[in-house]
Nanobody, 120 residues
């Protein structure tokens, strides 16, 4: 089992920055990759960025490339999402996701989310 807690959300003006944090606890040694997703008002949850520890790869959604940066600290314990040049369309609840591979199956654990509001 993995528990995830996000923090760092808030209200920011367009063009501003925020850094989200996701702290993992429990069986963190089994985490293969971590990612950020978001869900805007009236929208479906969408992929934002991911980092794979086993593959050493990082991916971003086209909508955030060049503005957002995903990074990690303390091994697999913490993952960050640095968000710069924020736009109103970035307003959403941001969720942290941990992927575990076990026995040929893929398992995902989610945090409770943190609200990001970009508005003047």
């Amino acid at each position: 089992q993995v528990q995830l807690v996000e923090s760092g959300g808030g209200l920011v003006q367009p063009g501003g920055s925020l850094r989200l944090s996701c702290v993992a606890s429990g069986s963190i040694f089994s985490i293969d990759a971590m990612a950020w997703y978001r869900q805007g008002p009236g929208k479906e949850r969408e992929f934002v960025a991911s980092t794979s520890y086993s593959e050493g790869t990082i991916y971003y959604a086209d909508s955030v490339k060049g503005r957002f940066t995903i990074s990690g600290d303390n091994g697999k314990e913490t993952v960050y999402l640095q968000m710069n040049s924020l736009k109103p369309e970035d307003t959403a609840i941001y969720f942290c996701d941990a992927r575990i591979l076990r026995g040929g199956n893929e398992f995902h654990y989610w945090g409770q989310g943190t609200q990001v509001t970009v508005s003047s």
